[in-house]
């Protein structure tokens, strides 16, 4: 990962830098025309904060019950992660809902559970921030709950009626739409593994610091 | 000692204790009580009760009262050092699980089934017209907020902040639990009661109410290990 | 509980979920045709005085800003950490130098 951190990042910028000549260049959606341009950032922003609470969710599950420390670590840079994708989700949204349903913002069932899982989310950063020692394991009993509302978050919207798009949109894209969106999709999900690995050193580091003064004390 | 009978050690010593002071009882009904006329003072509109309402301040009311109730009831442990006996008794850990859900579930039965018929008084709302179907819910509703709290109150005894730290994440955990409470029981209170509409939400809170009863039983163990 | 018990009941737990979605996903109550693809909302609440270029330049703008000001964070911490753990290891080596 050390080796391919400089050329990924790389790659990921450079992907940044084309998604709007590509999002440009993708056919007006009918009804929306313009404004419907915010869905190549919203939805893999979107899909990026699902993917970073199911990874907090899995690495908490692993430190709950195998105890190893890297995975706690990752949880961690993961749930801050859910936090930032979610920021953008919730903001990117209420831009595109503006024009497009003519409110900033409705209760439907989608967009409150992901708030919802938003503020789970930020339940465990500040359960670690001030929880005081052994916040860890707490918090990552807490992920494990968040990642269990997951599935309900995706499933409400398919099973009640609701105003937010279906998530049988995605599949039936217009063939001019497809590339740029999965494009972005790509490059959010490059994004995100870089911006992980390097919050989880960061937390490694912190970790070596701790052991370091441990060591000072002794 | 088999699982059922720690379960039912654990509920009676807490039905025990608490009993002799009654003292989480009292304070709990009287919050509930409380909460609902703040409410109602803060939903009135133009000297009438907004029947709307009604569904939404119960549940809002069994939220608050019973964050208090695991709060107090989890206090009273640590303050006594009883969990850390507890925890170090040869039993099953989920056992000790199931025993403080059982005990707080009961609390939570006798606040609502006095908050229940204050709410239909105040707010005229016809929340006896299907009686089964509403104590179905409020139980299956119930047992889902009551479960998530229980685990969390329990994991924070030990933590810095835990009194402010139990609603930060309870309440986010705890909305679908919630969200589905408010709309079934709407849907009970509507004019013409919509009945497969409420046990759709009842369904869904039974499906809540497994999948996280499972998950606390068992995250239990590792979770109020040191 | 054991191995063997706790897997069962594990089985159970799964088996129960699985039928307890059932009837769940049954109340499916029927979706209109306005439900599948982007479908503009007829009612509108306010008036759309807002153009929908400002909406958009804001969106991405934004997400940029996020994206790069999350990163910068990062760096930011990560330097901190680092001359901590230098300054820390100089007074390590200071101490068994002198001890």
Known sequence: MRRLFLPLTIVAAGMFMCAPFLIDGAPYESTMGLVQKIFYFHVPSAMTMFVSAIVCGVASAVYLFKGRPAADRLAAAAAELTSVFGIIVLVTGPLWARKAWGVWWVWDERITSTFVLWLIFN????????????????????????????????????????LHPKTTVVP???????????????????????????????????????????DIEE | ????????????????????????????????????????????????????????????????SGTLALGRAFERERQNETLRALMIAPVDRPALYVGKL??????????EVIV?????????????SRPALLAALLAAGTTGFAAVGTLFAAMLVRARSRDVLLPVLLYPITIPVIIAGVRGTAALLQADVDVPMARAWLSMLVLFDVVFVTLALWTFEPLMTE | MDAPSRRRLFVLVIAA????????????????????????VSRTAQQETIP???LVVSAYGFVWVMLLGYLWSIWSRLGKVERELQAVSRRIAAGERRG
């Open chain 3, 17 to 40: 979920v699985l039928v307890l979605a059932l009837p769940v996903l049954a109340a499916q109550p029927p979706t209109a045709a306005a439900q599948d693809g982007f479908v503009p």
């Open chain 2, 102 to 111: 059982a005990g707080i579930l009961l609390l939570l039965t006798v606040v």
């Open chain 2, 1 to 64: 000692m088999n699982f059922v009978q720690t379960v039912w050690l654990v509920v009676r010593k807490d039905v025990l204790v608490e009993a002799r002071s009654r003292e989480i009882v009292y304070t709990t009904l009287f919050f509930a009580v409380a909460c609902v006329l703040v409410f109602a003072f803060g939903f009135v509109n133009e000297g009438r009760p907004v029947t709307d309402a009604a569904p939404g301040i119960l549940w809002i009311a069994i939220a608050f």
């Open chain 2, 116 to 128: 229940v018929p204050l709410v239909a008084l105040l707010f005229h709302a016809p929340l006896f």
């Open chain 1, 172 to 214: 039936t894209l217009q063939p001019g739409m497809r590339g740029p969106f999965w494009f972005c999709v790509t490059a959010f999900l490059l994004f995100y593994v870089l911006a992980l690995s390097a919050r989880a050193h960061l937390e490694a580091r912190r970790a070596e610091l701790e052991t370091l003064y441990l």
């Open chain 3, 52 to 54: 929908a270029a400002r």
């Open chain 1, 123 to 162: 339940a465990y950063l500040l359960l670690r921030k001030y929880g005081g020692p052994g916040s860890e394991r707490l918090a990552a009993g807490l992920a494990v709950f968040g990642m269990a509302n997951v599935p309900f978050v995706y499933w409400s919207v398919n099973v009640w009626r609701t």
